[in-house]
T-cell receptor, first 113, second 115 residues
């Protein structure tokens, strides 16, 4: 079945750039998402990218998609302590019966002051 | 203010008791979902409903039940048959017909502890 994988932990210093990586197996993925989860809270949608795009930029966030390698990344520029959270990537296959999202295990981003 | 509410935020139950978690949305979304989150395991889909009066099992439905009698509401019952019910439960909704990008919107979650 479909699978989405992420590294578990990333530590950066405040002001540096963070790059969170994700790989997926479903070659039929049509939308890929990045969500942020702060402690004890629900998931907040940060951004998404359609599979026919290579890059999407939204303020401090840059999403890169390499469809050939099935690799997605989220770059956060000028990382702040408020960016400390768990980041989930997810994918879905539009046209599938359910519009289910498949989530990765999440990457804990720790920002050191 | 549109959004998804889950109540309560924290819930404590004794082993052997059924418990129902509430999820309400005023986004007018057709589809609703229940996920379970355990440390280090990401989100696992329990049940989902694409329309009122219809729902399907997700990947880990055993020991859970749902109903979808109203568009706004999708309650989840954790039964005594669920072997490890202690977890963080997240409800989500989406509107595949109009959003164009199929993103799901999440509630704040309910942390269930069973002892």
């Amino acid at each position: 079945g479909e699978d989405v994988e992420q590294s578990l932990f990333l530590s950066v210093r405040e002001g540096d750039s963070s790059v969170i990586n994700c790989t997926y197996t479903d070659s039929s993925s049509t939308y890929l998402y990045w969500y942020k989860q702060e402690p004890g809270a629900g998931l907040q949608l940060l951004t998404y990218i359609f599979s026919n795009m290579d890059m999407k930029q939204d303020q401090r966030l840059t999403v890169l998609l390499n469809k050939k390698d099935k690799h997605l990344s989220l770059r956060i520029a000028d990382t702040q302590t408020g960016d400390s959270a768990i980041y989930f990537c997810a994918e879905t296959n539009y046209g599938g019966a359910t519009n289910k999202l498949i989530f990765g295990t999440g990457t804990l981003l720790a920002v050191q002051p | 203010d549109g959004g998804i509410t889950q109540s309560p935020k924290y819930l404590f139950r004794k082993e052997g008791q059924n418990v129902t978690l509430s999820c309400e949305q005023n986004l007018n979304h057709d589809a609703m979902y229940w996920y379970r989150q355990d440390p280090g395991q990401g989100l696992r889909l329990i049940y989902y409903s694409q329309i009122v009066n219809d729902f399907q099992k997700g990947d880990i439905a055993e020991g859970y039940s749902v109903s979808r009698e109203k568009k706004e509401s999708f309650p989840l019952t954790v039964t005594s048959a669920q072997k490890n019910p202690t977890a963080f439960y997240l409800c989500a909704s989406s509107d595949p017909g109009t959003s164009g990008s199929y993103e799901q919107y999440f509630g704040p979650g309910t942390r269930l502890t069973v002892t």
